[in-house]
């Protein structure tokens, strides 16, 4: 069974910045493709970005500019760099990873994000 840990989630100010970082329990190249979702409060959950495999990325308006996906095969972590956040931007971050055919998805527990003065 395939685990995903999400860390480095927390209050930040209105333009900081915040390193998610997304442990898995087996080598992250294995997987055809990680990605990051959140869900904010009252809303639905939303695709964030994502890289596959091959190292090809993939954002969403919601993150496009601010947002930057990167995998570290070393630490087997896929991680979200988050910068001038804003406060629209507070919800619960969630990892995600898509493997095999037909597809399986694999889900974190999440990590809460609060962008707040």
């Known amino acids: 069974q395939v685990q995903l840990v999400e860390s480095g989630g927390g209050l930040v100010q209105p333009g900081g910045s915040l390193r998610l970082s997304c442990e898995a329990s087996?080598?992250?190249?294995?997987?055809?493709?990680m990605a990051w979702y959140r869900r904010a409060p009252g809303k639905e959950r939303e695709l964030l970005a994502q890289?596959?495999?091959?190292?090809?990325?993939y954002y969403t308006t919601a993150a496009k500019g601010r947002f930057t996906i990167s995998t570290d095969s070393a630490k087997d972590t896929v991680n979200l760099q988050m910068n001038s956040l804003k406060p629209e931007d507070t919800a619960v971050y969630y990892c995600?990873?898509?493997?095999?055919?037909?597809?399986?998805?694999?889900w974190g527990r999440g990590t809460q994000v609060t962008v707040s003065s």
């Open positions: 995600n990873a898509a493997d095999g055919l037909p597809v399986t998805y694999y």
């Open positions: 087996r080598s992250i190249s294995s997987f055809r493709r």
């Open positions: 890289i596959t495999k091959d190292g090809n990325t």
